[in-house]
Every structure is written in C-alpha cells, then in structure tokens.
C-alpha cells in the first residue's frame, strides 16, 4: 500500500465531503425558472399617429403619380415622410416598439389594407386636404393629453405638436 499523508488524506476526505452535499443539495432543490416578461407597448398615441401618417403618405403617393409634376404636393409629401421618420425614432426609443418590431409578423393585415383597419386615404387633393386636418386634430389632442411624467414626455409632445401643425398647414394648403 501506498504511503498518503494525513494533509493528503485530510484534503481528499474534505473534497468528497463537499462533492457529497453539493450532489444532495441539487438532487433536493428544485429550480425555480423566471420566465421573461415581454416590454410595455409604446403609448397608442404614437403608434396611431404612425398609422395616420402611413396612410397620409399612401395618399401622397397617389396624388403625386396622377399629377407627377405637382411640385406642392412632392413638397407636402416629403413633409409627411419627415414625420413618418421622426415617429419611428421616437418609437424606438420604447422597447416594446423594438420588441414589436423584431417578432415576425403574426397578425393578419386588416381588411382596408391598412395596419388600423380604417380606409385608406384616397388620392386627391380633396380627400388628402381631410385627412390633413383629421390627422392633425387628433396630433394636437394627442399631445395635449400626453401624460406630464412619461419617460419621453419631452420627446413626444413637442413632435406630437409639430406634426399637427404641419398638417393643419397642409390642409389649407390643399384646399
């Protein structure tokens, strides 16, 4: 038989003696999973303002390619484009948007063909002229009813007035 000094076999006695516990401390305890919990929604004022301005730019779009040398309306489309911009970096700043946003598309798209389900705006400077105008009331109202302590409160409601001024100007533009 081999010589093994006390320290020798003092250590391999400690070591298989916390091996021990730790094997019958996990065998005992049962494991306890936190499922992950998915980011609040963006505020539905911002996400139905992008809505709005979609629909706007679809509207845009029609109007410029029945009158494509129409420099006012290229001019007014290029405004609601800015806008459709500056709501999704707003937007990404939320990461429920951003969690939205990177989950393949599940929802089936509405009937109208637009991402609310309301008609799509029509292309003539008439129909483009209301949509202005609904757009912004519902931009200003918006804004005046953001709440005060929101996190992006100072981000939101300066844009949210911006863009409703913008469109109101639209209006009477086309009109």
Request: no cysteine; proline share 6%; aromatic share 2%.
């Amino acid at each position: 038989m081999a010589n093994i000094s006390r320290r020798t076999l003092l250590n391999r006695t400690l070591l298989l003696g916390a091996l021990g516990v730790g094997a019958a401390t996990g065998v005992t305890r049962s494991v306890h999973h936190k499922l992950a919990v998915p980011p609040p929604p963006p505020p539905a004022a911002l996400t139905d303002a992008l809505n709005r301005q979609r629909q706007l730019l679809a509207g845009y779009d029609a109007a410029v390619q029945v009158s494509p040398n129409d420099a006012v309306l290229a001019a007014l489309r290029s405004d609601v484009s800015a806008h459709g911009s500056a709501l999704r970096a707003t937007l990404e700043r939320y990461a429920g948007w951003r969690y939205q946003q990177s989950r393949p598309s599940s929802a089936t798209t509405a009937s109208a063909g637009t991402a609310d389900g309301s008609a799509p705006v029509a292309g003539t400077k008439n129909a483009l002229a209301a949509a202005s105008k609904t757009a912004s009331t519902a931009a200003g109202q918006a804004g005046l009813a953001w709440p005060v302590g929101e996190v992006e409160a100072a981000t939101a409601v300066p844009l949210l007035g911006s863009i409703a001024a913008s469109l109101a100007t639209h209006a009477a533009v086309l009109a």
